[in-house]
């Protein structure tokens, strides 16, 4: 699959391997890298059509990676420095694994001849790959590594998209003999089990109460057109997972609703249900387990019909099943009207809500990372101008601000909102500078409730009894963060919103404004 | 070797585990906990004599109980959420590994029976954790869990000292049946092998270029005593490896050169060397690999002895020689005068040494990790009062202000001074929140080059030829960070030093004071 080195009279394995990404349609490299990366780094200036983007912490490449990913459909790469660099970065793959987004995740390593005497900072780099990644592989040498790079392409991209980790050993990268190569063809998604069809028609067609139980390209506006059509002709309900990597909603748009997060309540919507049919997603199960309460949240007589798990053509088997009921045009939607901007009451889940779903701009892409604040949010933006939602997939927090960057990145001529927890954002902070670095149109949200929020529902949820020393562990308020000093610090600019008006009229201004802009509303 | 529950009725594994660890002498527990591990945390409540250390990031828990293992000799352990915490901590795990710094490393899990329905935080903990751990284990249910506390405990402290990583899924926490358990005897050290023995003596006696290349604990004044008066004897040298835990020096004591990172002021400080004898550490080979240049860098004919490896013990073996060799008493050192402060200049590498040499208090802790700023600091300061000095091992940065957290934790009388890289002060700084809540008597100085300036230099060590797109991902000045800012947003005070004059005075101030506050040294 390697192809003629098209006029170039020797090439290093790093120049071969960046000209390979660029072919293979990788534009971008959100990088941070070290010694063992600098051929590749040097290999950008003499290649066309790679853009760099420079990070101050591996987490905020990886998540920039992931939000890039979303919104363009297609790999970025990273550039990470030895398994350190890759360990900074796991946390944020490991969402990409859970939003299933494609990425080229690039660690470089020593020479492939000095692993023997276990310098410092050698470590077995393919072990702390392998738990987020599809596909993991060392290059053995210049001659090969733009051939794994085309591979690395096509894993990043095979259904339903994941974390292709190429490590490459310094040498590979300095070493002459490299030749471009071309992706190889990924493969075409598997349809829908015949038989599994069969039953799920059965369960949409049975009067019972039924639900479909969507995810991952289900909840674009094809698939959720799609989806309204079946349930207005089978009255079947439809639902989403409880975090989502890209939901396409807003106003004109199928408006639907995430399963709850808390137990509970996820248990109280699904109470009565016959027939659950799952497309694009995993099973209803409890992100946490609590002493007493079950995993799977489906009530125990519901049957369970994995029609399309998300590797598998997802929008084709509601093709298939909005055939089979005989499903007819979109329904009737009743219009919801825009709310206006709240003008009394605190800053709190229900203003914030109703402030976005008013001044939220055409075409927004928001990144909520909001946590506890953020539960209630859907409700009342279904009416917000039309938008993309992107949360966090994996649970594992500080995405919020790397994933608006890449988001940015992606989408240069749309507005980026990171609707923002602030004990999850201080995680990744730095990824603020990178936003004023590339000047990047991301406004961030800070919600300063200055507590690890969501623990103290799950210390009540977990029946632990908490007492100082516990609570003491989930506040954030001793000394309080300063987010417009941290952001200031980054090249941000920020203002801090103490009441209602300071932040609606603060929202406007970071609206009205192209560039990176902060606000920490004081919950 | 469990023992009788003590009076206490019932408990469950959550606290019979905390019980078990204050038994056996873990007393500082640096924390960044998550739903899993909330029955942990409120087992804290119960158990007197445990002191927790909220950190607003993984990688600030790990890089504390690796500072603070360092200077207290005991583990500290950690508190993690699931498979990306410890993601998060695994950068500066790496380092506690070179450091072979003893650590519990706790890992709270999913409950074990709801691993099945992989949600989505649900990882290979495992996988993640053993690039990086010297033992990893998951408990099986609540009844064990003491015990598999007691044995991680006696791992860590296993010589020559790691990261002993306990996964703690919450059903072993919040199940009844606990019992507390006794940490197990650890293993004496290995004396040295009687044949290496000889041939270290005959290189010692063999009037030929000998050099006892050294690290971990003969760098203690005990050990660098005891080889002072071998080389003394002999006409030997000594020399420390590059990076090390934990070095005592200052005036009075011995002083000693670390191997230089640079590869070819290493070889050239290698060159004519005919007998190496190692003890406490690894081979003197390059941190990276050169294209064209050798990764061991003594020479080819040099005879390499490791007499003893970290784990074995290091100072009988010192004893053994010393004894073998006949090595009369300590030899008279010429006294160092300790300089003044710096007068005229700018604000550079050898101003800072001398700054520092001059003001550092008695009995301070230094943890350095100045990289590229940092690497003459040794010849000034071994005139400066009696200190600890404490370096980066791992090479991965972002270790500094952590280290410093821990080690003010461990010492709460001794002054800590950090001197910090900025670009590798930016992957954690979090941990000055830590310092703040704390109110921990650290003095962070931060080298602001604005750059990844190691990198300028590995650039053209590898033979890479920088274009504007490499130089700008080694740039850290577009926009530049506002340190002070940084730190007034973590609620550290913090100022600026454009010259010489302000920042000897700004050090006066930093070291006249107690409780952390944070110098910008712009250089």
């Not at 360990?87 to 023997?116: C, E, F, K």
């Not at 808390?262 to 248990?267: K, L, M, S, T």
């Amino acid at each position: 699959m390697s192809r003629a080195n098209e006029g170039h009279d020797t090439m290093n394995g790093a120049e071969s391997l960046v000209r390979t990404l660029v072919g293979g349609g990788v534009e971008v490299a959100f990088t941070n890298p070290g010694t063992s990366e600098m051929h590749f780094v040097a290999a950008l200036d003499r290649v066309d059509g790679m853009r760099c983007v420079l990070c101050l912490f591996e987490g905020g490449a990886t998540g920039a990676a992931d939000g890039y990913g979303r919104m363009a459909e297609k790999p970025a790469s990273t550039l990470l420095h030895c398994g350190p660099g890759l360990g900074n970065g796991l946390a944020n793959l490991h969402n990409a694994r859970r939003s299933r987004t494609p990425i080229v995740n690039i660690v470089g390593d020593h020479a492939t001849y000095h692993l023997q005497y276990d310098a410092p900072l050698t470590s077995d780099i393919e072990g702390i790959a392998r738990p987020v990644s599809a596909w993991v592989r060392t290059s053995p040498d210049s001659r090969r590594v733009a051939q794994d790079g085309a591979e690395a392409i096509a894993a990043a991209r095979t259904a339903p998209g994941g974390v292709a980790t190429l490590i490459l050993p310094a040498d590979t990268a300095w070493g002459e003999g490299g030749a471009v190569a071309t992706v190889p063809a990924v493969p075409e998604r598997e349809k829908a089990d015949p038989d599994r069809m069969k039953v799920a028609v059965e369960a949409l067609m049975s009067g019972e109460p039924t639900l479909l139980f969507l995810g991952d390209r289900t909840l674009r506006e094809e698939g959720l057109g799609l989806a309204e059509r079946i349930c207005a002709k089978t009255g079947a309900k439809m639902m989403a997972q409880t975090s989502n990597a890209r939901i396409e909603r807003g106003a004109g748009r199928v408006p639907i609703e995430r399963l709850p997060y808390p137990v509970d309540a996820a248990i109280a919507v699904l109470k009565g249900l016959k027939h659950l049919v799952v497309i694009g997603t995993t099973l209803p199960v409890g992100f946490f387990a609590y002493p007493g309460k079950p995993s799977l949240l489906t009530p125990p007589d519901c049957t369970i019909t994995v029609l399309a798990p998300p590797e598998a053509d997802q929008i084709d088997a509601l093709r298939q099943l909005a055939e089979a009921v005989k499903a007819g045009p979109a329904p009737a939607r009743p219009a919801i009207a825009r709310p206006d901007v709240p003008t009394r009451g605190a800053i709190d889940s229900a203003t914030i809500a109703q402030t976005v779903a008013a001044l939220l701009p055409e075409n927004a892409i928001v990144c909520d990372e909001a946590v506890t604040t953020g539960r209630s949010f859907f409700p009342p933006t279904h009416a917000a101008r039309p938008h993309d939602w992107l949360a966090l997939t994996g649970g594992s927090i500080g995405l919020g601000i790397p994933m608006a960057t890449g988001a940015a990145v992606a989408c240069p001529d749309r507005k980026v909102v990171n609707l923002q927890a602030d004990g999850s954002g201080l995680y990744t902070a730095q990824a603020l500078w990178t936003q004023a670095r590339e000047n990047l149109d991301v406004l961030t949200v800070i919600f300063a409730n200055r507590s690890y929020a969501i623990l103290r529902g799950e210390l009540a949820g977990v029946g632990a009894n908490p007492g100082r020393k516990a609570l003491d562990m989930l506040s954030l308020d001793n000394p309080a963060i300063d987010w417009v000093s941290l952001a200031r610090g980054f090249g941000v600019e920020a203002l801090q919103a103490a009441d209602l008006d300071a932040f609606v009229s603060g929202m406007r201004i970071g609206l009205g404004r192209r560039g990176p802009f902060l606000i920490e509303a004081l919950l």
